[in-house]
Protein backbone atom coordinates (compact mmCIF):
# COMPACT_ATOMS: atom_id res chain seq x y z
CA UNK A 1 0.00 0.00 0.00
CA UNK A 2 1.41 3.58 -0.39
CA UNK A 3 2.77 5.82 2.20
CA UNK A 4 1.83 9.48 2.25
CA UNK A 5 4.26 12.27 3.84
CA UNK A 6 2.85 16.32 3.55
CA UNK A 7 5.17 18.89 3.64
CA UNK A 8 5.50 22.72 3.48
CA UNK A 9 3.43 23.82 6.34
CA UNK A 10 4.23 26.98 8.37
CA UNK A 11 2.61 30.47 9.46
CA UNK A 12 2.12 33.38 6.93
CA UNK A 13 0.24 35.86 6.88
CA UNK A 14 -3.14 37.08 5.35
CA UNK A 15 -2.61 36.82 1.46
CA UNK A 16 0.39 35.07 1.34
CA UNK A 17 1.18 31.82 0.14
CA UNK A 18 2.05 28.59 0.66
CA UNK A 19 3.23 25.82 -1.42
CA UNK A 20 2.43 21.76 0.62
CA UNK A 21 4.15 19.08 -1.14
CA UNK A 22 3.23 15.00 -0.56
CA UNK A 23 5.66 12.43 -1.42
CA UNK A 24 4.66 8.38 -1.56
CA UNK A 25 6.47 5.54 -1.24
CA UNK A 26 5.48 2.06 -1.65
CA UNK A 27 3.42 2.39 -4.30
CA UNK A 28 3.54 4.39 -7.58
CA UNK A 29 0.85 7.09 -7.32
CA UNK A 30 -0.22 6.46 -10.70
CA UNK A 31 -2.28 3.92 -9.66
CA UNK A 32 -4.26 6.23 -7.35
CA UNK A 33 -6.22 9.00 -7.50
CA UNK A 34 -4.74 12.14 -5.14
CA UNK A 35 -6.47 14.34 -2.91
CA UNK A 36 -6.02 16.80 -0.31
CA UNK A 37 -8.35 17.48 2.24
CA UNK A 38 -8.01 20.14 5.68
CA UNK A 39 -9.00 19.96 9.59
CA UNK A 40 -9.71 23.02 11.11
CA UNK A 41 -9.42 23.27 15.12
CA UNK A 42 -13.27 21.97 15.87
CA UNK A 43 -14.01 21.59 12.69
CA UNK A 44 -14.74 17.66 10.48
CA UNK A 45 -12.51 17.83 7.58
CA UNK A 46 -13.29 18.56 4.37
CA UNK A 47 -12.23 18.47 1.02
CA UNK A 48 -10.09 20.55 -0.70
CA UNK A 49 -8.81 19.45 -4.37
CA UNK A 50 -8.46 16.16 -6.24
CA UNK A 51 -6.31 15.13 -8.98
CA UNK A 52 -6.90 12.55 -11.42
CA UNK A 53 -4.66 9.61 -12.39
CA UNK A 54 -2.75 11.36 -15.45
CA UNK A 55 -2.87 14.94 -13.85
CA UNK A 56 -5.49 15.92 -16.60
CA UNK A 57 -8.56 16.46 -14.55
CA UNK A 58 -7.73 18.85 -11.59
CA UNK A 59 -10.86 19.41 -9.01
CA UNK A 60 -11.45 22.32 -6.49
CA UNK A 61 -13.89 22.80 -3.56
CA UNK A 62 -15.60 25.77 -4.52
CA UNK A 63 -13.95 28.46 -1.78
CA UNK A 64 -10.57 27.30 -3.12
CA UNK A 65 -11.06 27.60 -6.80
CA UNK A 66 -8.63 30.24 -8.21
CA UNK A 67 -6.42 30.63 -4.92
CA UNK A 68 -5.50 26.72 -4.70
CA UNK A 69 -4.05 24.82 -7.75
CA UNK A 70 -3.44 20.90 -7.49
CA UNK A 71 -0.72 18.87 -8.96
CA UNK A 72 1.05 15.84 -9.30
CA UNK A 73 4.16 14.56 -10.80
CA UNK A 74 4.28 10.65 -11.20
CA UNK A 75 7.60 10.37 -12.23
CA UNK A 76 8.71 11.67 -8.66
CA UNK A 77 5.74 9.98 -6.88
CA UNK A 78 4.55 13.81 -5.67
CA UNK A 79 1.36 15.84 -5.65
CA UNK A 80 1.23 19.37 -4.65
CA UNK A 81 -0.82 22.32 -3.30
CA UNK A 82 -0.24 25.79 -4.31
CA UNK A 83 -2.07 27.91 -1.98
CA UNK A 84 -2.28 31.55 -2.97
CA UNK A 85 -4.34 34.59 -1.25
CA UNK A 86 -4.47 33.05 1.78
CA UNK A 87 -7.26 33.78 4.36
CA UNK A 88 -7.05 33.40 7.82
CA UNK A 89 -10.48 30.73 7.41
CA UNK A 90 -7.57 28.86 5.86
CA UNK A 91 -6.01 27.84 9.09
CA UNK A 92 -6.25 24.12 9.67
CA UNK A 93 -3.77 21.11 9.24
CA UNK A 94 -4.10 19.80 5.55
CA UNK A 95 -4.02 15.93 4.39
CA UNK A 96 -3.11 14.57 1.86
CA UNK A 97 -5.11 11.14 0.65
CA UNK A 98 -4.96 8.68 -2.27
CA UNK A 99 -7.87 6.42 -3.83
CA UNK A 100 -6.93 3.49 -6.09
CA UNK A 101 -8.14 4.07 -9.37
CA UNK A 102 -10.84 1.62 -9.28
CA UNK A 103 -12.49 2.65 -5.61
CA UNK A 104 -14.58 5.17 -4.57
CA UNK A 105 -12.99 6.23 -1.08
CA UNK A 106 -10.10 7.98 -0.10
CA UNK A 107 -8.12 5.20 1.98
CA UNK A 108 -4.50 6.72 2.36
CA UNK A 109 -4.04 9.28 4.38
CA UNK A 110 -0.40 11.30 5.61
CA UNK A 111 -0.32 12.47 8.86
CA UNK A 112 -0.79 16.25 8.17
CA UNK A 113 0.96 19.21 7.66
CA UNK A 114 -0.45 22.76 10.01
CA UNK A 115 -1.11 25.92 7.99
CA UNK A 116 -1.62 28.60 9.85
CA UNK A 117 -2.67 32.31 8.40
CA UNK A 118 -2.42 35.02 10.63
CA UNK A 119 -4.58 38.04 10.21
Known amino acids: QVQLVESGGGLVQAGGSLRLSCVAS????????MGWFRQAPGKEREFVAS????????YYADSMKGRFTISRDNAKNTVDLQMNSLKPEDTAVYYC????????????WGLGTQVTVSS
Open 97 to 108: AARLRSTTTFNY
Open 26 to 33: GRAISDYN
Open 51 to 58: ISLSGSLP
